[in-house]
Nanobody, 116 residues
Framework: QVQPVESGGGLVQAGGSLKLSCVAS????????MGWFRQAPGKEREFVAS????????YYQDSVKGRFTISRDNVKNMVYLQMNSLKPEDTAVYYC?????????WGQGTQVTVSS
């Protein structure tokens, strides 16, 4: 299968915003819960946010609640992560995947670096 492709990362100052995008493959995209995950240097990859097929049920890691918003476009096979009020501890490589994650479906990720 074709891995998803993440984009939109970059270097931003604390308090700034970024919007990440993920284009996912597969005709059955809309049937999967999708999520964003991140991995900081020296740490395990962790869950950030997820969204159900209908855009209605969303979950967030406690540390990003109120700052990050996940959304999706099932026509374009896209998943987005709007990140506001960014903090240095948000620095990581961000990935999208199905939820629960499919082991062979990890993409290259997109680097987010937040300077203090």
């Amino acid at each position: 299968q074709v891995q998803p492709v993440e984009s939109g990362g970059g270097l931003v100052q604390a308090g700034g915003s970024l919007k990440l995008s993920c284009v996912a493959s597969g005709r059955t995209f809309s049937s999967y819960r999708m999520g964003w995950f991140r991995q900081a240097p020296g740490k395990e990859r962790e869950f950030v946010a997820s969204i159900g097929w209908s855009n209605s049920i969303k979950y967030y890691q406690d540390s990003v609640k109120g700052r990050f918003t996940i959304s999706r476009d099932n026509v374009k096979n896209m998943v987005y992560l709007q990140m506001n009020s960014l903090k240095p501890e948000d620095t990581a490589v961000y990935y999208c995947n199905r939820v629960p994650p499919t082991p062979d479906y990890w993409g290259q990720g997109t680097q987010v670096t937040v300077s203090s």
